[in-house]
């Protein structure tokens, strides 16, 4: 019959003490020495320290055969080195590398993107990604260097997760070493402590994507920090479903199974607790200015969060949820607040352009009321669902984008294409008849009108496109009656001779000409359509003219062909004296 635990025989107790000695020498010296200390196993999971393996394993077998009475000096010895044994397996575990953010496929991605957001470019794909480049499944893969280019089809790629699919997320030559870890663990009962430790664990993959934003956030601005954070959101969900897959993947009957699930919970919670901390920062800004930004954030979260949520069971499911229903929930109440800041803001705009009489004093190019208006609402357009679906459960005011270009544009309406005709000065030319005044007005009122239907079509559709082009077209048609027939008129003969017709006539169009020349219409469709309706109400009555009196043809300062030319030539602006 064997000792009882605690009361080994004599021969049997020293053999223990010897051995329990010199595996608690080995423990101790390592954990003194923590400069030479260069692990149990390397890298590539390569037992690199096979001495100390050795006297931890030792440890654990003489804790499980307690050979020493329990309340013994020896005893109390034993436990104190099993806990610095254990101590040595969770430092182990956390100098692990699990995951893989080494591969320079991922280093260029990443680089890549950082670049392109930056630079602004990722915008243009983000969020709303559309065509994507032929060429676009090259990213990550050049030879070498840093990435220079930051083509929006190259980001779609990663953001799509097919270029995830492709990388090795997971250093398989860990699993064994987990493995070896959580052996000796759970032997040791130390389970719990492992597990808390698992909140630590380094995850370079998802801290690499966290970096995109983290970086210098603090001197970049809030447009800049919440395009990063946007990005960051979308690349940890993609992240997050191949390293589960690949983890899953590598099923074995080792240790370290029963604990994947904890071990994955921890690394994901987190880092996205603190993306949903950072997000909720932002939950208080309602300048209309931050708008697009703003939505750009909620429609990360929002798209990510399904996938998010799969990452978690139980109660951590239940507080991720509801985390990041209140964040969704509170930025949803910011975009109300910023819609009604901007809608507010126009308004006062128009009442104090309205007070100022700043439309008649503004030339008759496109207003800056108008311009500021519709460069808040434009951007709007690929944001559409999610703002339409904040705004009609926001239980009154503005229920929709296309609610909101309507009132914006009801707003300009009001004060831009006023019935009146306002006095509107032409790049500092002198002409103040009536026709001059009149043709002001129509040439500002097409400008503008013709601006917001460009800006407001994508918002609006079609239906009021069409009416908007036949506003466009009254005025056009409007402003060349008003500037050019009364040139044409000049022609009439009755009492005159053709000669003197014909003079009067050319000095009327160089009057009307140079009241133009400067007048700028940014909008090419616009410009062709009123430099055909002036060229028709003038090139043919004049050249029917001519033909009535053939011998005016070498006696006038201009031909029909000259006129025509030179109303091709109007409505360029600054642009126009500069070519001179």
């Not at 870890?181 to 009962?189: N, Q």
């Not at 960051?232 to 604990?259: E, H, I, N, W």
Request: glycine share 6%.
């Amino acid at each position: 019959m064997g000792a009882a635990p605690g009361k080994a025989a004599p021969a049997a107790a020293a053999d223990y003490k010897a051995r329990f000695a010199n595996a608690e020498h080995v423990i101790l010296q390592w954990n003194r020495s923590p400069l030479s200390d260069t692990g149990i196993w390397d890298a590539a999971a390569a037992c690199t320290n096979e001495r100390l393996l050795d006297a931890v394993d030792e440890i654990l077998d003489l804790a499980e055969a307690q050979p020493f009475p329990a309340s013994s000096a020896d005893a109390a010895r034993l436990d104190g080195a099993l806990g610095v044994a254990m101590s040595r397996m969770m430092d182990e575990f956390l100098r692990l590398r699990v995951w893989n953010a080494l591969s320079h496929e991922l280093r260029y991605a990443i680089d890549k993107l950082s670049v392109a957001v930056s630079a602004n470019a990722l915008w243009i794909a983000f969020p709303s990604t559309g065509a994507r480049s032929s060429s676009a499944s090259t990213v990550g893969r050049a030879s070498g260097g840093s990435p220079t280019s930051s083509a929006p089809g190259d980001v779609a790629v990663l953001l799509d997760g097919e270029f995830l699919d492709e990388l090795e997320l997971l250093c398989p030559a860990s699993l064994p070493v987990l493995d070896e870890i959580a052996l000796r663990v759970i032997r040791a009962g130390y389970t719990k402590v492992l597990v808390q430790k698992f909140k630590n664990s380094p995850c370079d993959v998802l801290d690499r994507f966290l970096s995109i934003f983290q970086v210098e956030c603090s001197r970049r601005t809030t447009e800049a920090v919440i395009k990063r954070w946007s990005l960051a959101t979308k690349l940890v969900g993609k992240a997050l479903v191949v390293m589960q897959r690949q983890l899953y993947a590598q099923s074995s009957p080792g240790a370290f199974d029963a604990l994947k699930d904890e071990y994955f919970l921890a690394i994901t919670k987190n880092r996205v607790l603190n993306l949903l901390k950072f997000a909720d920062d932002f939950t208080s800004i309602t300048s209309h200015e931050k708008l697009v930004y703003i939505l750009g954030m909620y429609e990360a979260l929002s798209d990510a969060a399904p996938g998010l949520l799969l990452m978690f069971t139980g109660v951590h499911k239940e507080l991720v949820s509801e985390r990041t229903q209140e964040i969704l929930t509170r930025l949803a109440s910011s975009i109300r607040a910023m819609v009604a800041s901007l809608l507010a803001k126009v308004r006062d705009d128009v009442s104090t352009t309205k007070k100022n009489n700043a439309a008649r004093g503004g030339g008759v190019g496109v207003h800056p009321l108008t311009r500021y208006a519709m460069d808040c609402i434009e951007p709007l357009a690929p944001h559409r669902d999610a703002l339409d679906l904040i705004l009609a459960s926001g239980g009154g005011g503005v229920t929709s984008l296309s609610d909101l270009a309507s009132r914006v544009v009801g707003c300009l309406d009001r004060v831009l294409l006023l019935e009146e005709k306002p006095v509107l000065p032409c790049g500092g030319g002198g002409d103040d008849d009536g026709a001059a005044v009149v043709s002001r007005h129509h040439l500002f009122v097409a400008n503008n009108a013709g601006f917001v239907l460009q800006r407001g079509r994508p918002l609006l559709g079609n239906e009021w496109a069409a009416q908007r082009e036949d506003l466009v077209a009254r005025h056009v048609a409007s402003y060349a009656e008003a500037r050019w027939a009364p040139v044409v008129a000049s022609l009439e003969t009755a009492g005159r001779k053709p000669a003197n017709a014909a003079a009067k006539f050319s000095a009327a169009f160089d009057e009307a000409y140079e009241s133009q020349a400067r007048c700028e219409v940014p909008d090419p469709t616009l410009r062709d359509a009123l430099r055909k309706a002036a060229s028709e109400t003038v090139v043919p009555a004049y050249g029917v003219y001519l033909k009535k009196h053939p011998k005016l043809e070498k006696k006038v300062r201009y031909t029909a062909g000259e006129l025509d030319q030179r109303l091709s030539e109007l409505f360029e602006g600054e642009a126009a004296e500069r070519n001179k």
